[in-house]
T-cell receptor, first 115, second 110 residues
Framework: NAGVTQTPKFQVLKTGQSMTLQCAQD?????MYWYRQDPGMGLRLIYY???????DKGEVPNGYNVSRLNKREFSLRLESAAPSQTSVYFC??????????????FGQGTRLTVV | DQQVKQNSPSLSVQEGRISILNCDYT??????FLWYKKYPAEGPTFLIS?????DKNEDGRFTVFLNKSAKHLSLHIVPSQPGDSAVYFC?????????FGAGTRLTVKP
């Protein structure tokens, strides 16, 4: 049982380049999330998808777009990468909303460096 | 604004003793609280949670306490083991919005 799988694990981008981070879960969860982790800041919510076909902004959505491709997959796109987007990105999924008494399961993360 | 705060970046305890990790939050709308544990180069893993209608939840060596009036929660680990050494994140959620603290690095010395 793979759980939540993120690709790639590492990526270096030049400023202005674009890329898509992929995330897939095999737990048949309804909700999926993208977080970024920066030193001293904890994890901050970028976007979430409460269910297939819906997406909503989180705490720090600027500079990102998302697509809930199907129930399993939720991708995060950086259209024009900036050094401020250097971070570790985590995808997560949960059966329903985390505020609905259910925990989220996280992938192993993607370490992104923008130079 | 940081709605969930963990004011102690690090904590060191002896094996067998109690570890107490603290967390404060500011948003009264939060109604579900969680603790996650994170090892280097891995994603956070769920440890224990508590609903806002409770003030205590236990799971083996781990107990979470919630004081709603003080907007404070804590995680107690008894007894602490070297394998507990990790970064612990407190999280608070309302609906789909889950906010995290900055984490506390726990070191349990043999």
């Amino acid at each position: 049982n793979a759980g939540v799988t993120q690709t790639p694990k590492f990526q270096v981008l030049k400023t202005g380049q674009s890329m898509t981070l992929q995330c897939a879960q095999d737990m048949n969860h309804n909700s999926m999330y993208w977080y970024r982790q920066d030193p001293g800041m904890g994890l901050r919510l970028i976007y979430y998808s409460a269910s297939e076909g819906t997406t909503d902004k989180g705490e720090v959505p600027n500079g990102y777009n998302v697509s809930r491709l199907n129930k399993r997959e939720f991708s995060l796109r950086l259209e024009s990468a900036a050094p401020s987007q250097t971070s570790v990105y985590f995808c997560a999924s949960s059966e329903q909303g985390a505020g609905l008494n259910t925990e989220a399961f996280f992938g192993q993360g993607t370490r992104l460096t923008v130079v | 604004d940081q709605q969930v705060k963990q004011n102690s970046p690090s904590l060191s305890v002896q094996e067998g003793r109690i570890s107490i990790l603290n967390c404060d939050y500011t948003n009264s709308m939060f109604d579900y609280f969680l603790w996650y544990k994170k090892y280097p180069a891995e994603g956070p893993t769920f440890l224990i949670s508590i609903s806002s209608i409770k003030d205590k939840n236990e799971d083996g060596r781990f107990t979470v306490f919630l004081n709603k009036s003080a907007k404070h929660l804590s995680l107690h680990i008894v007894p602490s083991q070297p394998g507990d050494s990790a970064v612990y994140f407190c999280a608070a959620s309302a609906w789909y919005d889950m906010r995290f603290g900055a984490g506390t690095r726990l070191t349990v010395k043999p």
